[in-house]
């Protein structure tokens, strides 16, 4: 699938096309939301939020300033710190709703609620960063994203970009337990 040519169909109002670029991105989309610690409800919000604004602001989308990923990432990031930001002046935890839902569930092999647990684990470790260095770990780790397109969305430097990223990578080491300090 040629990205450009049905980025450009999109912005003609062509709504198939627009399927196939919400398609494209979908699990690129979810992957960062879920790395930057958002819940799963969060997250098909926050998502459904990011291509709806996409699609009624692709007349402003312009290839040569950034790529689509990096254009649509910045609509992500923005509102998952908004809601994140929400979140925290409702005390709403994300613990309490696990907590909730494992007692929901039906009894599950080891190796499994074992990665449940680490998933867990990473999660609240990463609720305990800062927003902005959780922003740029969660961005890092998407495999299309080069540290150039990360300091557009965080609106810095490279250089700051690696800057966060080392200090996030210390602070979450230390909260996990695996530092070596």
């Known amino acids: 699938m040629d990205i450009a040519a049905v980025i450009e169909l999109s ?8 399927a196939r670029l919400v398609e494209h991105y979908q699990a690129p989309l979810f992957a960062f939301l879920g790395r930057f610690g958002v819940n799963q409800a969060q997250a098909e919000e926050i998502a459904q939020e990011v291509f709806v604004r996409a699609w009624q602001h692709l007349d402003q989308f312009d290839a040569r300033r950034a790529a689509f990923s ?14 994140l930001q929400r979140a925290s002046t409702r005390n709403e935890s994300a613990d309490d709703e696990a907590l909730l839902q494992a007692r929901c569930e039906q009894p599950q092999p080891l190796g499994e ?32 994203l080069d540290l150039a397109a990360i300091a557009r969305i965080e609106g810095c430097s490279v250089g700051a970009v690696k800057t966060r990223l080392h ?3 210390h602070k979450l080491r230390q909260l996990m337990g695996t530092g070596n300090d």
């Open 11 to 18: 912005q003609t109002g062509d709504k198939a096309a627009y």
């Open 70 to 83: 990096t254009w649509l990432f910045t609509f992500a990031r923005n509102l998952a710190i908004n809601e």
């Open 113 to 144: 609620l074992l990665d449940k647990e680490r998933q867990r684990l990473l999660q609240a470790a990463l609720r305990q960063l800062p927003l902005a260095d959780r922003s740029v770990l969660a961005l890092v780790y998407l495999s299309d």
């Open 167 to 169: 200090r996030a990578r």
